[in-house]
């Protein structure tokens, strides 16, 4: 295995003794659904006739000063702090509306 940022490359060799999660017997045994039959929204179907495309508002980069201590709160919790942080901060805005 060899990892270059969040980039993991295996050989074929690797591939071989890697374990997969997928179900593949509860797979085979779903019905395949035929074109002419509705969407049921119940079993994960999704009625595409109506979806409309919404494209995201783009952050804005600021510096912000934290407390240590809560910096250091939020990153213990791994890579995604600051959407996190974002989250929160959301929240509050969301509940003083």
Do not use: C
């Not at 050989?11 to 999660?21: G, I, P, Q, S």
């Not at 074109?35 to 009625?47: M, T, V």
């Not at 979806?51 to 600021?62: D, G, N, Q, R, T």
């Amino acid at each position: 295995m060899k990892k270059s940022g969040p980039i993991v490359r295996y050989t074929r060799a690797e591939t071989r003794n890697l374990k997969y999660e997928t179900d593949w017997e509860a797979f085979k045994a779903r019905p395949i659904p035929s074109d002419d039959e509705p969407l049921d929204e119940d079993e994960g179907g999704f009625d595409w006739a109506n979806a409309e495309i919404v494209h995201p508002v783009p952050k804005e980069l600021v510096s912000i000063r934290l407390d240590k201590d809560v910096l250091d709160h939020f990153r213990a919790g791994g890579k995604g702090y600051q959407t996190r942080i974002n989250a929160v901060l959301k929240a509050y805005v969301k509940a003083q509306r």
